[in-house]
């Protein structure tokens, strides 16, 4: 009975492995879209550009559905301390800020500089020590996390450095004010609030198009004109105040994440058949298969939606959580459990290092000539491995260091 209890108590895996495949996937997309298209031409290398993972720009909601999931728990988790009640929702939502600051900012710094090292030396090689110091101090917010909200270096530089690092600045801005909420009025917020924004931004965003982009920018009533494929970029022509769409899709997963936390809870309590548990592992089974085969290789003889691909995001999440259907059981088996774990404690760290290792593998790898053209394949493969291994090493010094926790 008590080996039966600590088996159930366990992290549920399967939203881990769901975190490290997106983020393995996003390193795929990165470097067989993004980073081809950019780097073509530059300094006599080229890479072919390729469709491999294209779908991942979407899935990365996943990652803001578990965050919003799991800051709910956290409040519920901490509404059980009488004292903890007893202090301002201002206090209580710094505090939880604080955590994650503490948890994500040395890796979000680490990213930085990794960009700024490496960048400068294989994107920008004829930087000198001035241009360096020049893009390092201009970037200054960027290393204190704000670039989702736009504080970010005006000579565009910086963005190609490392990025990617918009989302997480932007869940721990967006985080922020939602915790806030939950603990100022926590019936409004997930009752009323919650609902009601995620249904009509979502809606609005779905109407528009819009894809998540760190450079696009949304106006109350006006959506700017796409330039890049996602969305439209803010310029100074841009009157209308808004908000930059990074922030707009992490708000939106976040409040799903919320949501799906009341949902499943309620779901929990359910005493669900055998029919109904086959029904819900062949729900899974298939949402899973097709959001696997989105993100890997969209396909382009039976095109998903984006909003469609939104649904299975929230499906496969939403039936990780709730733990009944037999695939999930599957992945939480003893054996790997441990393994899936940990893969998924390093997933952010893959997201935040894997940009400008990316760049340094396109640089490195093979002739300096223009007639030369690599492979996806060629650079993804050791870009993974070197960022796991990377990340492996990070997490390990976050651990004794940062993030140790002290013995009772």
């Known amino acids: 009975m008590e080996e039966k209890k600590a088996l159930t108590s366990k992290r549920n895996v399967a939203i881990e492995i769901w975190r490290f495949v997106i983020a393995i996937a996003i390193i795929g997309f990165h470097t ?27 899935v990365l909601l996943i990652f803001t559905l578990t965050a919003g999931y799991f800051m709910v728990s956290h409040f519920k988790k901490r509404q059980k301390d009488p004292k903890y009640q ?82 997480i600045s932007a869940i721990v801005i967006v985080g922020y004010f939602l915790y806030w909420n939950l603990c100022k009025n926590e019936e409004k917020t997930a009752g009323f609030w919650a609902p009601l924004i995620f249904i009509f931004l979502s809606g609005w965003w779905c109407f528009t198009n819009t894809r998540a982009a760190q450079t696009a920018w949304s106006t109350f009533g006006l959506q700017t004109a796409s330039t890049n494929g996602m969305g439209g970029s803010a310029t100074d022509a841009t009157a209308t105040i808004g908000f930059n769409n990074g922030l707009l899709f992490v708000l939106l997963g976040l409040l799903g994440g919320m949501i799906l936390y ?49 649904l ?5 999440i939403a039936l990780a959580l709730l733990n009944r259907d037999g695939l999930t059981k599957a992945l939480n088996n003893k054996v790997t459990h441990g393994l899936f774990q940990y893969l998924g404690s390093i997933s952010l760290y893959v997201y935040m290092l894997h940009y400008p290792i990316a760049i340094l ?44 926790k002290k013995k009772a």
């Open 32 to 58: 067989g879209w993004i980073i081809a298209r950019s780097a073509n031409g530059t300094n006599g290398y080229w890479m072919e550009t390729s469709n491999w993972f294209f779908g991942s720009s979407e």
């Open 86 to 167: 007893e202090r301002s929702a201002s206090s209580r939502a710094w505090e939880y800020t604080a955590s994650r600051i503490k948890a994500l900012l040395p890796v979000l710094i680490i990213g930085y500089i990794l960009g700024v090292v490496i960048c400068t030396k294989y994107y920008y090689p004829t930087y000198n020590f001035r241009d360096i110091c020049d893009m390092v101090i201009n970037s200054a917010w960027e290393f204190l996390g704000f670039h989702a909200v736009g504080l970010r270096s005006t000579g565009g530089e910086f963005f190609n450095l490392n990025g990617p690092l918009w989302f």
């Open 262 to 310: 009341y949902l499943i809870a309620k779901l929990k309590e359910h005493k669900f058949t055998k029919t109904g548990k086959v029904s819900l592992t062949v729900l899974n089974i298939i949402s899973s298969g097709l959001l696997l085969w989105y993100t890997i290789y969209q396909p382009t003889w039976f095109n998903l939606d984006r909003w469609t691909v939104s």
């Open 312 to 316: 299975l995001c929230i499906l496969v």
């Open 361 to 404: 593998m396109l640089r490195v790898l093979g002739p300096n000539s223009a007639a030369t053209t690599y492979s996806f394949w060629k650079i993804f493969i050791p870009t993974v491995i070197i960022t796991i291994i990377f990340s492996m090493l990070v997490k390990l010094i976050m651990d004794e260091t940062i993030l140790k």
